[in-house]
């Protein structure tokens, strides 16, 4: 069963040019959660479309560079949340790991 997930940036409104929140639609497949391949992919697309979102929604801010990468993680956290799936949490987790581990 194909579902439909809507990313919405997480950003404070004060620091929005626009009077309305980015948002993207990103589809995936409820019953391959399990397929440790799929979870990567829908992982990297999630990601993808964070990134997007938050790019349109901080476009011409003062704060962009500040707050960017916060927006993307929170943006694709929530996103994750809002799936529920078991291998997609971990998998973030992981890749979350990864990423602090390289950044020392």
């Not at 990601?47 to 349109?56: L, N």
């Not at 962009?64 to 949490?89: Q, R």
Request: contains cysteine; proline residues 2%; glycine residues 2%.
């Amino acid at each position: 069963m194909i579902r439909t997930l809507a990313l919405a940036a997480s950003v404070f409104t004060i620091a929005q040019s626009s009077a309305f929140a980015a948002d993207m639609v990103v589809e995936f497949d409820r019953a391959r959660l399990d397929d440790a391949a799929y979870v990567e992919s829908l992982y990297d697309e999630l990601e993808a479309a964070a990134k997007s979102v938050c790019k349109q929604e901080l476009a011409g801010s003062p704060i962009y560079f500040s707050v960017m990468k916060t927006c993307v993680e929170t943006t694709l956290a929530e996103s994750i949340e809002k799936i529920g799936a078991p291998l997609l949490t971990a998998f973030a987790d992981g890749a979350e790991t990864q990423q602090v581990a390289s950044a020392e």
